[in-house]
């Protein structure tokens, strides 16, 4: 039902390699801003490898330059699902970019602040601009082990911090673990 929704935003997580980029390349017209560039290899055993367009991203200036271009071209048929691969490494991009211009810089609760408002506004205006086209997120997902022993319950989310997860989660139409 929700990929009849047009259009459609998803969170996909799950382990890294257990093929979540490859479903995502079975996705309508997708284009990929892989971060970083090493996590889309496995788009070229995909008989549409070819027409999937994937942009390469290594740090934080990129992958807002780039999310914010895909975000702003117009639906087309060679172009229907923006993917971001993954989501975990663009929010690292941004933690390592606050860290370099406050270099000496404690780590604090207010850093996480600043950098979850950082991503959320960049999340935001690529939402607002992809208005037209699908969204689908990927990120690794995080297992936290409540209790001991073998039959100790285990949590698993996207990796990154609850106050975040819980931001992005309210402006998507679904969320999926992948195994």
Same mark, same amino acid.
């Given at each position: 039902?929700?990929?009849?929704?047009?259009? #459609?935003?998803? /969170? =996909?997580?799950?382990?890294?390699?257990? %093929? &979540?980029?490859? /479903?995502? %390349?079975? #996705? *309508?017209?997708?284009?990929?801003?892989?971060?970083?560039?090493?996590?889309?290899?496995? +788009?070229?055993?995909?008989?549409?490898? &070819?027409?999937?367009?994937?942009?390469?991203?290594?740090? @934080?200036?990129? #992958?807002?330059?780039?999310? +914010?271009?895909?975000?702003?071209? *117009?639906?087309?048929?060679?172009?229907?699902? +923006?993917?971001?691969?993954?989501?975990?490494?663009?929010?690292? #991009?941004? !933690?390592?970019? @606050?860290?370099?211009?406050? &270099?000496?810089?404690?780590?604090?609760?207010?850093?996480?602040?600043?950098?979850?408002?950082? $991503?959320?506004? =960049? $999340?935001?205006?690529?939402?607002? !601009?992809? &208005?037209?086209?699908? +969204?689908?997120?990927?990120?690794?997902?995080?297992?936290?082990?409540? %209790?001991?022993? *073998?039959?100790?319950?285990?949590?698993?989310? *996207?990796d990154f911090g609850a106050g975040l997860k819980s931001k992005i989660e309210a402006r998507l139409n679904g969320i999926f673990y992948y195994q």
């Amino acid at each position: 039902d929700i990929l009849n929704n047009d259009p #459609f935003s998803l /969170l =996909l997580y799950g382990e890294p390699k257990i %093929g &979540k980029t490859t /479903l995502a %390349g079975g #996705f *309508p017209a997708p284009k990929f801003i892989s971060c970083p560039r090493s996590e889309a290899t496995s +788009l070229a055993a995909l008989p549409n490898a &070819k027409s999937i367009e994937v942009y390469g991203v290594e740090n @934080w200036a990129d #992958f807002v330059e780039i999310s +914010l271009k895909l975000a702003k071209e *117009p639906a087309t048929e060679d172009f229907q699902t +923006l993917v971001f691969d993954t989501f975990t490494q663009g929010y690292a #991009f941004c !933690l390592t970019a @606050w860290v370099e211009a406050n &270099k000496g810089a404690q780590i604090s609760q207010n850093t996480w602040t600043v950098v979850n408002r950082r $991503f959320l506004d =960049l $999340f935001d205006k690529v939402f607002k !601009l992809n &208005k037209d086209k699908n +969204l689908l997120i990927l990120a690794h997902s995080r297992t936290v082990v409540l %209790g001991e022993g *073998p039959g100790a319950e285990k949590l698993i989310s *996207p990796d990154f911090g609850a106050g975040l997860k819980s931001k992005i989660e309210a402006r998507l139409n679904g969320i999926f673990y992948y195994q």
